[in-house]
């Protein structure tokens, strides 16, 4: 196919609008080449042509069958116009219509029309001039960013247009709200985000018709209006009270700020203190039920602080730099409460730099849950031991009803392999009467789990809290893996001990002891994990730790 992209932004080459078009090109071109054809596409930059603005001679009707009087590049614009199956109108929304320059080539199209009057049929308009060519097979698509937070409302005069000189509903087109944010790329997750909806939407085009869904997702906002007004209102890099500019930083960091997401409030005020450590700049950022606020006079009690290189925290926030790997390498320091930074993406959404995924990626299913793998140790323990005729039948039963009960959940291996190794020991026990040593075995198989998982890339807990942590992104998170084979480790350890003291306790006669010591180690090791996996994170953030 041949496709002609008319780019009618003044900006030429660092359009907005035209990231869109490309998109959605690529999109098409994917659907020939999986199709066996190829597509040759041919670009006009209106803002870098030399297109004069219609005489109004009307010499193209009466005169010169079609051709215009002004020598200039329009002749070009007609040839390809000709020769292109699909026409791509690509511009910004200028005074709710297109830009002049696009305005002047669209009028300069007057040799492409015959001068007869014509009836529509569409209900457009009044009246209409045929058509010089024969331009029926021709597809156009309008792709265009505009300046406020949604499209919806401002493209009438734009459709009408089209409407008018394409035929009504024989256009496709895509417009977007926001459009500046295509060129802060420190919002670059999410704008790419929707450049691959719009590369799909080319696609889909290219082969019958953009699909609903992809449609959904085209007119789904790039931000909340609220967060994209504030970041659009500082991004002009001028004070709403004096309006002077105001340092590069200050403007950064408000920003940052409009990207709090005020549903993550859990009742707690925060306030955010930055010190940009070379640039020697601090500023606070008041966190509430309310929404952000950026001070700058250092008058507010802190309750995190981020003290960071600026070129660090810029990085960051491009995503050149993982927030978290940078943290571990020490290349910013974060104290007080470190709760705001394990829940980073939840407070600011695309802030830091990366999307957080879907906790929720294992289908439907609700993410897999710690008690699964539990369940069948704790009943072998405490049903075996009590009573060896009946405990091994009921810890079988339970064997087979957690699947069952927990089927909602997703299952980890360690469920898995916890649920094997159960009912083989209850059967063990059964088969044997041999109920202290079935117990007893199960302490060492849960140590050996849980140690051997730290040989793994997701040590035991890893495999259920990442869901908390950004799912899968958690396990790029140094910080993370480093408390999770800690704990990992420890847990091993622990029953391992508890194997071996129990099979020296046990056999001294310190069986009513042993219940009390092997119940209450867990409870005080989950004391500590919870402990631990609090403090340990913010000590190295704090800038201790190796
Ligand atoms: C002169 C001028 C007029 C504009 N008029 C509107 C408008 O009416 N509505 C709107 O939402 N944005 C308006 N904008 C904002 C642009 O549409 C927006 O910045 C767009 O993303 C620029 O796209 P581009 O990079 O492809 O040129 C206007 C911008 C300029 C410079």
């Given at each position: 196919m041949n496709i002609l992209l008319?780019?009618?932004?003044?900006?030429?080459?660092?359009s907005n609008s035209v990231k869109l078009a490309e998109a959605f090109i690529e999109g098409f071109k994917e659907c020939s080449k999986a199709n066996g054809t190829t597509d040759e596409v041919y670009q006009i930059d209106v803002a870098k042509a030399n297109i004069a603005p219609?005489?109004?001679?009307f010499a193209c009707w009466k005169?010169?069958?079609?051709?215009?009087c002004i020598k200039d590049d329009m002749t070009t614009v007609i040839e390809k116009q000709l020769w292109a199956d699909v026409i791509i109108w690509s511009f910004p929304l200028y005074y709710f219509n297109v830009p002049g320059i696009l305005k002047n080539l669209i009028d300069r199209q007057?040799?492409?029309?015959?001068p007869f009057m014509i009836d529509r049929t569409?209900?457009?308009?009044s009246g209409s001039h045929p058509s010089r060519?024969?331009?029926?097979g021709k597809k156009h698509v309008l792709i265009s960013t505009c300046g406020?937070?949604?499209a919806k409302g401002n493209y009438d005069c734009v459709r009408s247009m089209f409407d008018h000189f394409?035929?009504?509903?024989?256009y496709e087109t895509i417009f977007c709200g926001?459009?500046?944010?295509?060129?802060v790329k420190s919002l670059s997750s999410r704008t790419n985000q929707y450049l691959e909806s719009v590369r799909k939407a080319g696609k889909e085009f290219a082969s019958g018709g953009i699909t609903d869904k992809t449609r959904g997702d085209l007119n789904?906002?790039?931000?909340p209006k609220e967060v994209f007004e504030q970041m659009a209102d500082a991004s002009?890099?001028?004070?709403?009270?004096?309006?002077k500019k105001e340092d590069e930083s200050l403007v950064f960091t408000r920003q940052m700020a409009a990207l709090?997401?005020?549903?993550?409030?859990?009742?707690k005020d925060r306030v955010l203190e930055i010190h940009y450590t070379d640039i020697d700049k601090c500023y606070q950022i008041l966190l509430n039920k309310d929404g952000s606020k950026v001070y700058t006079d250092g008058s507010l009690k802190a309750t995190t602080r981020i003290d960071t290189p600026w070129d660090v925290w810029l990085s960051i926030s491009r995503g050149e730099i993982g927030g978290s790997a940078a943290l571990a390498k020490k290349m910013y320091k974060v104290s007080g409460d470190f709760s705001l930074m394990i829940d980073w993406d939840k407070f600011f959404g695309n802030a830091g730099g990366g999307t957080q995924e879907e906790?929720?990626?294992?289908?439907?299913l609700k993410k897999p849950t710690m008690l699964t793998m539990l369940i069948p140790w704790i009943v072998l323990w405490v049903a075996v031991p009590i009573n060896g005729d009946i405990g091994p039948l009921i810890t079988l039963a339970v064997c087979g009803l957690v699947p069952l009960i927990m089927a909602q959940h997703s299952m980890t291996i360690y469920d898995r392999i916890s649920i094997g190794t159960v009912a083989a020991l209850s059967l063990f026990s059964a088969l044997t009467g041999s109920a202290r040593a079935a117990s007893n075995l199960g302490y060492l198989a849960f140590g050996l789990m849980w140690l051997l998982s730290?040989?793994?890339?997701?040590?035991l807990c890893a495999c259920y809290v990442k869901y908390n942590y950004g799912a899968e992104n958690a396990l790029k998170n140094p910080i993370f893996m480093k408390t999770n084979y800690i704990l990992a480790a420890a847990w091993g350890v622990l029953y391992l001990c508890t194997a071996t003291w129990t099979f020296f306790l046990s056999r001294a006669g310190f069986g009513t002891s042993l219940i009390i010591i092997n119940n209450l180690m867990p409870v005080l090791m989950g004391i500590f994990t919870r402990w631990f996996e609090n403090w340990y994170p913010a000590w190295v953030a704090g800038g201790s730790g190796k």
């Open positions: 008319i780019n009618g932004s003044p900006r030429a080459g660092r219609c005489k109004g001679c005169n010169t069958e079609g051709k215009c007057l040799p492409m029309n015959l569409d209900g457009t308009g060519y024969d331009m029926s406020f937070y949604s394409c035929s009504k509903d024989r926001q459009g500046e944010l295509f060129d789904t906002l790039l931000y002009w890099g001028i004070s709403k009270d004096t309006g709090y997401n005020r549903g993550s409030y859990d009742g906790p929720e990626t294992a289908g439907k730290c040989l793994t890339k997701e040590p």
